[in-house]
């Protein structure tokens, strides 16, 4: 009997996180569940046994190396991991740009440092961007330095490059989820030589406690909704759905790209400056 598909997904408590979870739970993976505070864990553990899915909670700060290190041993005892999803995250109201920087795309790049070593041949980790970083220019000296995504000294670098102004949280929280989409492309190499995949999805705006929040404190995200084709906000649903499409044999074909998920928000913004 074949061994049922273990998945880790982080940034579990969130609206993505557990719509994911419920997911991926209902196939029949074994489930690691990953997020700051074990409360918030034993919760959505407790949800999810309502729908007679069962899971493992784990707390890790994926900014923390220490932390990350933990994880990937525990991942590592109990044999190893199929699919990573990664949804922690900082939104702009939520922390100061170094923070955003550290948590969105460092994190990142950290998580799946840690745990590559750790992935099953046929694995795939699903990164989270944003359709934010395509609505800016991008910053030829900012990628740059974010080639070296595991430098200590990165975001000092980041903070004297002349051609930031200013770093302000939106603008942090843009270049991190491009970085997330630049450090998939150059990753795909890496990963195939392993048989492993990494790829990147970019939400538009979503309904999430997250998404609320920014709503509330950015006012500018109503008109950005009003222009979505789609004709409303994505749901965590949404966002889960693809996800399991990338993870199964249908996405197997798919890696070191990023697919948007945005209601066509995107292309209608494009369209306004064209």
Request: proline share 5%; net charge negative; glycine share 12%.
């Amino acid at each position: 009997m074949s061994r049922p598909r273990r998945s880790l997904i982080t940034g579990a408590t969130g609206g993505m996180g557990l719509a994911c979870a419920r997911r991926l739970g209902a196939a029949g993976d074994s489930l690691i569940l990953v997020d700051l505070g074990q409360a918030q864990l034993d919760a959505l553990r407790a949800e999810l046994a309502g729908d007679a899915i069962s899971a493992q909670g784990l707390v890790c700060d994926v900014a923390s190396p220490d932390q990350l290190a933990k994880l990937a041993a525990v991942v590592g005892d109990g044999g190893g991991v199929d699919v990573i999803v990664n949804f922690a995250g900082l939104s702009p109201t939520m922390a100061d740009w170094r923070r955003i920087m550290d948590v969105n795309y460092v994190g990142t790049a950290r998580l799946l440092d840690a745990l590559e070593p750790q992935v099953r041949p046929g694995g795939v980790a699903v990164c989270i961007g944003s359709n934010s970083s395509y609505l800016l220019e991008g910053i030829p000296a900012v990628s740059e330095v974010l080639r070296d995504a595991l430098a200590p000294d990165l975001l000092d670098r980041l903070a004297v490059l002349d051609e930031v102004e200013e770093w302000s949280p939106a603008l942090a929280y843009a270049l991190s989820k491009r970085g997330v989409r630049e450090l998939v492309s150059r990753l795909a190499a890496p990963w195939g030589q392993r048989g492993a995949r990494v790829v990147s999805l970019s939400p538009g705006i979503t309904d999430t406690p997250m998404g609320r929040q920014e709503y509330e404190h950015q006012p500018a995200m109503h008109e950005m909704a009003k222009l979505t084709p789609a004709g409303r906000d994505g749901t965590p649903d949404d966002i889960a759905a693809v996800v399991e499409f990338l993870c199964s044999p249908e996405g197997a074909y798919i890696s070191g790209s990023d697919v948007l998920v945005d209601g066509g928000q995107t292309a209608a913004l494009g369209a306004l400056h064209r």
